[in-house]
């Protein structure tokens, strides 16, 4: 069992480390001292190359009111081979008008890999969230990796892979979203699943301090993927203020930069950057 737990507070104008706990292999470091903005910047790293059999992960983080806090990650989560499985749990907590923002790099399940994964937030009011996830097939390219042998690339070989997202706002579930990828048992080239694409890709994005401005930052977004290649995508807007970036593609790194300019154009931004017309109806 490995621990992460982050608390970040607010004192005197700027966000801060506020308390936290790492054990083995989990490691944090502070990154935004050429940041001005008030804001806490971490990154997560580890000293284990990725998750192993029977690895289990429990990550806790509690934004504080008024904080704004972005979690960066150090390289590619990979899960490697196993025949138990491994699990990771990360509880999120965000006090009255603070701002979460979490788009790790993409996940690597590599061959007999087994990974159960849920997120569970909790926003009170006023709150901003930003979350990204990019699932990669596994070493799409690991010829490169063993040049002196004929691999053609590890592909949907994993055994099982699970992603659970729940958010609450006022204790109330609004967003419920789950993935699961078993391609030894159905294939995942269907129209409802990842449809020839070797990618996939889930931006979610709620502000719980307005009934409104969605349907605008939405159209910014798609100005922001439109030019993309040799993608799929899908947007809609949710019943509280936020919508939900789906996107299949065939790179880990051209989904995950694509994921960074929508993350810093909206941790970026200011709220009377957003069109004012709020009767504006969204055009998707």
């Known amino acids: 069992m490995a621990n992460l737990y982050i608390k970040a507070g607010f004192k005197e104008g700027k966000s801060y480390l506020m308390d936290s706990y790492v054990s083995v292999p989990f490691r944090i470091t ?7 903005d008030g804001s806490l910047y971490m990154m997560l790293g580890s000293t284990s190359p990725g998750l192993l059999d029977s690895d289990n992960h429990e ?9 704004r806090f972005q979690l960066q990650t150090q390289s590619y989560q990979r899960l490697y081979n196993m025949k138990k499985g491994s699990s990771q749990t990360t509880k999120v907590n965000l006090a009255p008008n603070s ?4 788009v790790p790099h993409p996940v690597v399940p590599q061959e007999s890999s087994i990974f159960r994964n849920r997120t569970v937030i909790n926003l009170d009011k006023d709150c901003e969230l930003i979350l990204g996830e990019v699932v990669t097939c596994g070493r799409k390219k690991s010829e490169n990796i063993y040049p002196n042998k004929k691999i053609s690339g590890e592909i949907f070989k994993f055994t099982y892979f699970q992603n659970v997202t729940e958010i609450y706002f006022n ?11 078993e391609p030894k048992v159905h294939s995942v080239n269907t129209v409802i699943q990842l449809e020839e694409y070797t990618h996939q890709a889930t931006f979610i994005y709620m502000n ?3 009934s409104h401005g969605a349907c605008e930052l939405v159209e910014e977004v798609l100005e922001i993927i439109k030019n993309e290649k040799n993608i799929s995508f899908g947007i809609s807007e949710m019943d509280t203020n936020g919508f939900v970036l789906r996107v299949l593609g065939n790179g880990g790194e051209q989904l995950f930069n694509c994921f960074q300019q929508i993350r810093d154009f909206l941790w970026d931004r200011k709220e009377d950057s957003v069109s004012s017309n709020k009767d504006k109806a969204c055009a998707f």
């Open 99 to 102: 701002f979460f923002c979490y």
């Open 171 to 181: 204790d109330l579930l609004v967003l419920k979203d789950k993935i699961i990828l």
């Open 30 to 36: 502070n990154v935004g001292q050429v940041k001005d």
């Open 208 to 210: 719980t301090k307005s």
């Open 59 to 67: 990550i806790e983080i509690n934004v504080e009111e008024n904080s």
